[in-house]
């Protein structure tokens, strides 16, 4: 049981460039989200899915597209990379139904120059 | 929009020292209060959790504490020890209760 798996792990990309975050989880769980985490701010969730085929905007969405096709992926995709998008971003998970706990991936550390 | 308020951003204890860290939440409607651990490089683990029909909470060495009038929640480390040194983020859910949204953090600093 692997839990949230993130790839890559560190990744360096130029303004301008598109990159997809990978996000995988094997625990069935309904509930998937992606957060960006910035020195003294704390994590800022991005966007989130209940559930296959929906997701939704969360606190700082421009800039970054989401889809899930599967109850096991949630890939977080960057169209135009920027240089303020430089963050280490987490992508968390937990079981169906409301005010449930969440477990994170391991990060992914993303430099944009 | 909804914020959690999180204080202090830094504290800075004897070991067997108690800490306190403090946070408030703005939607009436947050049900559910989780705290996360976070060790440097480390991803966030939550360490203890509650939920708006309960006042108090303990896990041996930790306890935490909700007042839903006053809009404010507490995490209470007893007897610290230097593997307590981390970051932890308090977080409350919205009315919904599917989008949490999380404190800025304290980073804890536990002196041997």
């Known amino acids: 049981n692997a839990g949230v798996t993130q790839t890559p792990k560190f990744q360096v990309l130029k303004t301008g460039q598109s990159m997809t975050l990978q996000c995988a989880q094997d625990?069935?769980?309904?509930?998937m989200s992606w957060y960006r985490q910035d020195p003294g701010m704390g994590l800022r969730l991005i966007h989130y899915?209940?559930?296959?085929?929906?997701?939704d905007q969360g606190e700082v969405p421009n800039g970054y597209n989401v889809s899930r096709s599967t109850t096991e992926d949630f890939p977080l995709r960057l169209l135009s990379a920027a240089p303020s998008q430089t963050s280490v971003y987490f992508c968390?998970?937990?079981?169906?139904?409301?005010?449930?706990?969440?477990?994170f991936g391991d990060g992914t550390r993303l430099s944009i120059l | 929009g909804e914020n959690v308020e999180q204080h202090p951003s830094t504290l800075s204890v004897q070991e067997g020292d108690s800490a306190v860290i403090k946070c408030t939440y703005s939607?009436?409607?947050?049900?559910?209060f989780p705290w996360y651990k976070q060790e440097l490089g480390k991803r966030p683990q939550l360490i203890i959790d509650?939920?708006?029909?309960?006042g108090e909470k303990k896990d041996q060495r930790i306890a935490v504490t909700l007042n839903k009038t006053a809009k404010h929640f507490s995490l209470h480390i007893t007897e610290t020890q230097p593997e307590d040194s981390a970051v932890y983020f308090c977080a409350a859910t919205l009315g919904g209760g599917f989008k949490t949204i999380f404190g800025a953090g304290t980073r804890l600093f536990v002196k041997a």
């Open positions: 625990m069935n769980h309904e509930y």
């Open positions: 899915s209940v559930g296959a085929g929906i997701t």
């Open positions: 509650i939920r708006s029909n309960v």
């Open positions: 939607d009436s409607a947050s049900n559910y």
């Open positions: 968390a998970s937990s079981t169906q139904g409301r005010d449930q706990p969440q477990h």
